[in-house]
């Protein structure tokens, strides 16, 4: 007992020193303005959001008044002032969107041409998975867009819109020029810089052959394809390769890897950055933007976010229990059953999963390349018992697809499958035992796992368990985030299997182009090397679909053929619950407007500086 007490107190002592170090403040005074609504036409319907540039305001803390009627009435008046303070179980290692994909806070300072309606209703859309569907999508940067043709998209950016005011932009107007400059130097788009050896290799970007801009607001983008869906994923994807950064500092320092010679023009402003620690940014005075819903109010709300890094969920549990955390996510049901009852002041939000679990074996060594042991480790493993005991019956015992399910109207849900089909996805483990002895391996074989440690780790020794009644040895090889995509996805130094703790490759609810891509011979995220002629003519198909249509039947038709392939070994995409401060408001459960599950913060600044803290509920709570 002396020793619970003991580490329970050096947990919170340390998350104490965490929040105060490296902690910087900011004087912010928020203003009010009223702004106009402009709607745009064209072959795109668009609604803009309504913001405008900001201006110089007397130093007080508004708080605003609220139309009666509106579905957000009910969430409270945003008010002024504190500091949010969020996990992240990986350490952030990248501020610039040319570097390797790697955690990374860019949307923290800098703004996109799109992002999410801030105004929409989460019972028509929750944005709740990855994708946005265009229909969902507002325009940030973005005041109005027009498909010309069915291969030009003319984008028609906000007046007025200012980077922050530190050297080298020094405050100036974004125009059209930065936002040519971003996508030539990151894409190689009819420019001649040197393209981005981390984004060329997997973008649909590719098919772009020019952008360019015709005047100080407005961008042409010309692709080589005829297909506005495919070119409205891409340009409007939550992905980091959207954000805009400022070509001054860009040419002054080479690149933005050094975190101290970021400059963007979106709300919050780095101030400090601790590695393995945590990250401070501080309110940006000069925001451009305003709140959508209450259009007088300046963003963003809070003095600063201070990002701590935790990788161990206790810890991070911890400090949620005694008030230094104000929100974390990603935790399984066994966690969250076990909080609910401690500490049920704490509210909590259940989550589909960004992609599901799965175990990804290497498709081209032995003895995986063999169809049936693939099989035969899927039907060795009961999953409506898992789901029916380990997640308390909260997620779906149906074997994943390749598209998630609940990216309604894609893909083939699993009561469409054909019942053969059903039959090779379900428990069996004497079929399981006679696929492997017909594979040459009668009594089982011996293998490694290379695993993501954000992973759900407890769901992986259950798996293991299973595999041991069949013969097959498992071994466990766990690695930071960081250091699993270096080694997996980077370098591909695995020599059997992997297993991600999201971002997997079943389960997706990533845009549907990116879907096609997830097995593609040429794909740098194929990284269990799977070669398949058949999935890569589906690519080609989807680029040249004319219709929506088309391509919701071209995404069916391949979900069925992956599930026959058995490419990976299928979990499920459980439902994961976040949870937060009584005291933080403005939050609904918006996935990647935190993170906790995937390492990635790729929204977080768009809904950090809509969300607020309420002060006075949280020092009448006692913190």
Request: hydrophobic share 35%.
């Amino acid at each position: 007992m002396k020793t619970k007490i003991i580490w329970s107190c050096l947990v919170v002592f340390l998350l104490v020193a965490m929040l105060f170090a490296s902690c910087t403040t900011s004087s912010t005074t928020p203003t009010t303005t009223q702004t106009p609504t402009k709607t745009s036409t064209g072959t795109s319907v668009v609604t803009p959001s309504t913001t405008t540039k900001s201006t110089t305001a007397p130093a007080v803390t508004t708080q605003s008044t609220t139309a009666s009627g509106n579905w957000w009435d009910k969430l409270g008046k945003p008010t002024y002032g504190g500091v949010m303070v969020v996990r992240n179980n990986a350490d952030i290692v990248n501020f610039d969107q040319y570097g390797p994909k790697l955690p990374s806070c860019i949307s923290m300072f800098e703004d996109r041409l799109f992002v999410d309606n801030w105004t929409l209703d989460p019972a028509v859309f929750s944005y709740k998975i990855n994708w946005r569907p265009s229909d969902y999508v507002k325009g940030q940067l973005a005041e109005s867009w027009e498909f010309t043709d069915l291969s030009t998209l003319v984008v028609h950016l906000r007046k007025g819109i200012h980077w922050q005011n530190l050297p080298p932009a020094n405050g100036r107007e974004v125009v059209a020029g930065d936002i040519v400059y971003h996508y030539q130097r990151s894409f190689n788009l009819g420019s001649g810089m040197t393209p981005s050896p981390y984004q060329t290799s997997n973008t649909i970007f590719l098919n772009c052959q020019t952008v360019a801009a015709t005047d100080n607001y407005t961008v042409v983008f010309k692709w080589k394809i005829a297909n506005p869906e495919v070119i409205m994923e891409n340009i409007t994807s939550i992905g980091d390769s959207n954000s805009i950064e400022c070509p001054e500092a860009v040419k002054l320092w080479g690149d933005l890897s050094d975190w101290h010679h970021v400059v963007g023009s979106g709300p919050f402003i780095l101030k400090d950055v601790v590695s393995g620690a945590s990250v401070t940014l501080a309110r940006n005075p000069t925001y451009s933007f305003y709140d959508e819903r209450y259009p007088q109010n300046q963003l963003p709300y809070v003095d600063s976010v201070k990002l701590l890094i935790i990788t161990d969920n206790n810890t991070a549990l911890a400090g949620l229990r005694t008030g230094k955390i104000d929100i974390t996510d990603g935790l399984t049901w066994p966690q969250a059953q076990t909080l609910m009852k401690t500490n049920s002041e704490l509210l909590h939000v259940a989550v589909p999963s960004a992609t599901g679990y799965c175990l990804d074996p290497r498709n081209d060594v032995k003895p995986f390349s063999d169809i049936r042991v693939r099989k035969a480790m899927q039907m060795a493993i009961d999953l409506p018992t898992i789901a029916s005991t380990y997640y308390g019956g909260t997620t779906d015992s149906a074997p994943l697809a390749l598209t998630s399910y609940y990216a309604t109207g894609w893909g083939l849900p699993y009561n469409s499958w054909p019942q053969d089909l059903k039959d090779e996805y379900a428990y069996n483990s004497t079929k399981a035992k006679q696929l492997l002895s017909d594979a040459g391996y009668p009594t089982g074989f011996k293998t490694n796992i290379v695993a993501d440690n954000t992973g759900d780790l407890d769901l992986l020794q259950i798996v293991k368990s299973y595999y041991d009644k069949i013969g097959i040895t498992m071994d466990i090889t766990l690695l930071d985030r960081s250091s699993w995509i270096s080694a997996v996805q980077t370098q591909m130094k695995f020599d059997q299997m992997a297993y991600k703790g999201g971002g997997s490759m079943l389960g997706l609810s990533y845009e549907p182009n990116v879907q096609f891509q997830r097995f593609l011979s040429t794909y740098s995220g194929n990284y269990i090397r799977v070669n398949d002629p058949v999935y890569d003519a589906y690519y080609p198909k989807m680029l040249a679909a004319s219709s929506v249509d088309q391509m919701k039947q071209l995404l069916k038709d391949l979900n069925l053929y992956v599930a026959q392939q058995h490419y990976v070994i299928g979990l499920f995409e459980p439902t994961y619950f976040n949870f937060y401060q009584p005291w933080l408001n403005g939050y609904s459960g918006q996935n990647n407007s935190m993170a906790g599950s995937s390492g990635q913060l790729l929204m977080i600044g768009f809904y950090t500086a809509r969300f607020w803290i309420n002060s006075d509920l949280k020092k009448s709570m006692g913190y």
